[in-house]
């Protein structure tokens, strides 16, 4: 018959059973044959045999039912352990499959991206997270009745520093977004100094597909006549810095670009509302999109004529962020032909003649430079002299190293700007100084200039 429970998995306890057991058949024959026998020492094993046996009974014991809901002995310690830790649940949760497990490895699952459940790979319809109420009352009893000091889900942490109670306001918080526009106005405020403040009040956005939309709720609302603008304004830079902080966030990324009323929303906001609202609508869009598929999906949407149309204002609270997101937008190719689409070359130049955000301004029209339309408006506009007064003037390689970039493609795009490099070089060597003390990128831009120009002269006197 084969060996089973905790007693017969233990190989000390078997070696040792086994042994004594054998010793006493020993006995047993000697005392038949009339041999020699030692019954102080028979007492004695017989005396261990039986704490052995007080052992196993003891340790079946830890496995009785201490509720009669589960009547399968065996099946007690399972019930109460988390299927991905196989530990005693701290605070069980349920989640949309029925499944149960402790709260910080399921988070930890849907963290990493899942949307699956790990018992039954069914695909989740939803990542709330319900509290098991009946498996942590059981858990509670069979702790006091074995003497296990039973974990207190209240003050409990798990690995962000979130308590129950913690999630418990969140909770509350979210739901007075329905609430009249006063409580609205105290919950944004405090959602945005939490959000700010504790990394981790970010992460809860992650556990409801609802948190979000609940968040941005009032920003949906038509606004009552009796509300005044400033409050109305007031609560929209709230929600949307709220956002902003949110998604820093690497894990929320995804799930607030793709929650529909996201995009569309900071969108409207760079057109209306504080120059800070705008600007961080704008910041936004920058962090979203650090993700290659949010790139696509913010280009789609139209985000960047918006983006645009802020640059060009040129209020200086908002250029370094809109900058950026243009930027970070136009890594993605079908971008670039929005940005050019949408008039983002000649706002751009406009700011670099002006010597506004040069750096920043210089390297999105370098990366806009693949694109042969704007290669085009960048000659039409007066791009060439601008750029080599750039390298002439200023200390920064990587400036020079940009503006050489753009004067590279410019010149191999057509001969109508050879005579404007051809002066410049005559007058200034421009072109010259830069291929013998740029950047390694800059002198094989500059040299490559320089030959084609070269070459050019050459076939001219040849003629």
Same mark, same amino acid.
């Given at each position: 018959?084969?060996?089973?429970? #905790?007693? +017969?998995? %233990?190989?000390?306890?078997? *070696?040792? *059973?086994?042994?004594?057991?054998?010793?006493?058949?020993?006995? #047993?024959?000697?005392?038949?044959?009339?041999?020699?026998?030692?019954?102080?020492?028979?007492?004695?094993?017989?005396?261990?045999?039986? +704490?052995?046996?007080?052992?196993?009974?003891?340790?079946?014991?830890?496995?009785?039912?201490?509720?009669?809901?589960?009547?399968?002995?065996?099946?007690? $310690?399972?019930?109460?352990?988390?299927?991905?830790?196989?530990?005693?649940?701290?605070?069980?949760?349920?989640?949309?499959?029925?499944?149960?497990?402790?709260?910080?490895?399921?988070?930890?699952?849907?963290? *990493?991206?899942?949307?699956?459940?790990?018992?039954?790979?069914?695909?989740?319809?939803?990542?709330?997270?319900?509290?098991?109420?009946?498996?942590?009352?059981?858990?509670?009893?069979?702790?006091?009745?074995?003497? /296990? &000091?039973?974990?207190?889900? /209240?003050?409990?942490?798990?690995?962000?520093?979130?308590?129950?109670?913690?999630?418990?306001?969140?909770?509350?918080?979210?739901?007075?977004?329905?609430?009249?526009?006063?409580?609205?106005?105290?919950?944004?405020?405090?959602?945005?100094?939490?959000?700010?403040?504790?990394?981790?009040?970010?992460?809860?956005?992650?556990?409801?597909? %609802?948190?979000?939309?609940?968040?941005?709720?009032?920003?949906?609302?038509?606004?009552?006549?009796?509300?005044?603008?400033?409050?109305?304004? %007031?609560?929209?830079?709230?929600?949307?810095?709220?956002?902003?902080?949110?998604?820093?966030? %690497?894990?929320?990324?995804?799930?607030? @670009?793709?929650?529909?009323?996201?995009?569309?929303?900071?969108?409207?906001?760079?057109?209306?509302?504080?120059?800070?609202?705008?600007?961080?609508?704008?910041?936004?869009?920058?962090?979203?999109?650090?993700?290659?598929?949010?790139?696509?999906?913010?280009?789609?949407?139209?985000?960047?004529?918006?983006?645009?149309?802020?640059?060009?204002?040129?209020?200086?609270?908002?250029?370094?962020? /809109?900058?950026?997101?243009?930027?970070?937008?136009?890594?993605?190719?079908?971008? &670039?032909?929005?940005?050019?689409?949408?008039?983002?070359?000649?706002?751009?130049?406009?700011?670099?003649?002006?010597?506004?955000?040069?750096?920043?301004?210089?390297?999105?029209?370098?990366?806009?430079?693949?694109?042969?339309? @704007? /290669? +085009?408006?960048?000659?039409? $506009?007066? *791009?060439?002299?601008?750029?080599?007064?750039?390298?002439?003037?200023?200390?920064?390689?990587?400036?020079?190293?940009?503006?050489?970039?753009?004067?590279?493609?410019?010149?191999?795009?057509?001969?109508? &700007?050879?005579?404007?490099?051809?002066?410049?070089?005559?007058?200034?060597?421009?072109?010259?100084?830069? @291929?013998?003390?740029?950047?390694?990128?800059?002198?094989?831009?500059?040299?490559?200039?320089?030959?084609?120009?070269?070459?050019?002269?050459?076939?001219?006197?040849?003629?």
């Amino acid at each position: 018959m084969a060996k089973s429970g #905790v007693f +017969e998995r %233990d190989p000390v306890m078997v *070696a040792k *059973a086994m042994e004594l057991k054998k010793e006493l058949q020993r006995l #047993v024959k000697a005392i038949v044959e009339e041999d020699d026998v030692n019954l102080d020492s028979m007492e004695q094993m017989l005396s261990a045999l039986k +704490e052995l046996k007080l052992k196993k009974k003891s340790v079946s014991n830890l496995k009785v039912n201490c509720n009669n809901n589960i009547s399968n002995q065996e099946m007690v $310690l399972e019930e109460f352990k988390c299927p991905l830790s196989k530990e005693l649940m701290r605070d069980p949760v349920i989640i949309a499959t029925g499944e149960t497990y402790d709260r910080p490895f399921i988070q930890r699952w849907l963290k *990493a991206g899942n949307r699956t459940c790990p018992q039954t790979q069914q695909v989740l319809s939803h990542t709330n997270l319900t509290p098991n109420h009946l498996i942590r009352k059981m858990i509670s009893q069979w702790c006091k009745n074995h003497g /296990v &000091k039973s974990p207190n889900s /209240v003050q409990y942490t798990n690995e962000e520093g979130l308590t129950e109670a913690d999630r418990g306001h969140f909770l509350s918080l979210l739901n007075k977004m329905s609430s009249t526009s006063s409580e609205q106005k105290k919950a944004a405020k405090e959602l945005r100094l939490l959000t700010k403040r504790m990394p981790s009040f970010r992460a809860l956005f992650g556990e409801s597909l %609802d948190a979000i939309p609940q968040l941005l709720s009032p920003l949906s609302q038509t606004k009552c006549e009796t509300e005044t603008e400033e409050v109305h304004l %007031d609560l929209q830079e709230d929600l949307i810095t709220t956002l902003l902080n949110l998604s820093i966030h %690497d894990n929320n990324k995804k799930l607030v @670009a793709e929650t529909p009323t996201v995009i569309p929303l900071l969108i409207n906001t760079l057109k209306s509302g504080t120059i800070e609202t705008r600007s961080n609508s704008a910041a936004t869009l920058f962090t979203l999109s650090a993700l290659d598929s949010n790139k696509a999906i913010i280009g789609k949407s139209g985000a960047l004529k918006p983006l645009i149309e802020l640059l060009d204002e040129g209020h200086p609270l908002a250029m370094k962020d /809109v900058a950026s997101a243009i930027f970070n937008l136009c890594i993605l190719h079908e971008n &670039k032909a929005r940005a050019v689409r949408d008039g983002g070359v000649q706002v751009i130049l406009k700011k670099i003649v002006s010597r506004v955000h040069v750096d920043e301004l210089l390297s999105i029209l370098a990366m806009l430079s693949t694109n042969q339309r @704007a /290669v +085009e408006e960048m000659g039409e $506009l007066g *791009a060439v002299p601008c750029l080599l007064s750039i390298i002439r003037e200023t200390s920064c390689a990587r400036n020079k190293e940009n503006c050489i970039a753009i004067l590279h493609t410019i010149c191999f795009s057509g001969r109508s &700007k050879w005579k404007a490099m051809r002066e410049e070089e005559s007058t200034y060597r421009t072109i010259s100084q830069l @291929a013998q003390n740029g950047t390694s990128r800059a002198k094989r831009k500059a040299s490559g200039i320089l030959d084609r120009l070269n070459r050019a002269v050459n076939l001219t006197h040849t003629a």
